[in-house]
């Protein structure tokens, strides 16, 4: 998997690579709620590779994907898993 991209339906179309992703997990988690101007914060963080409102836009298309699942209308995925956390 190259990039992605959440499935809500109000999802921008930007793509989103994997290390794109990452630094934004990084920042948000440097970058706490409250901090102000948290979008611009984050964006520079990632270098500008994505603009305030499409990091902003990102992270409620995220909150929205965690509620649909937190409340049942979405399934958690069944990851196949192997090495050390498989119980045999």
């Not at 999802?11 to 630094?23: A, I, P």
């Not at 409102?53 to 298309?61: A, N, S, T, W």
């Amino acid at each position: 998997m190259s990039g992605s991209r959440s499935s809500s339906p109000n999802s921008n179309s930007s793509q989103w690579s994997l290390k794109e992703n990452k630094m934004f997990e990084e920042a948000l988690a440097y970058y706490g709620e409250g901090t102000p101007n948290r979008w611009d914060k984050v964006s520079s963080a990632m270098g500008g590779s994505k603009s305030a409102e499409e990091v902003r836009c990102h992270y409620e298309d995220l909150v929205d994907d965690v509620d649909m699942i937190e409340s049942g209308r979405v399934q958690y995925p069944k990851y196949k898993t192997q090495g050390f956390w498989t119980r045999g």
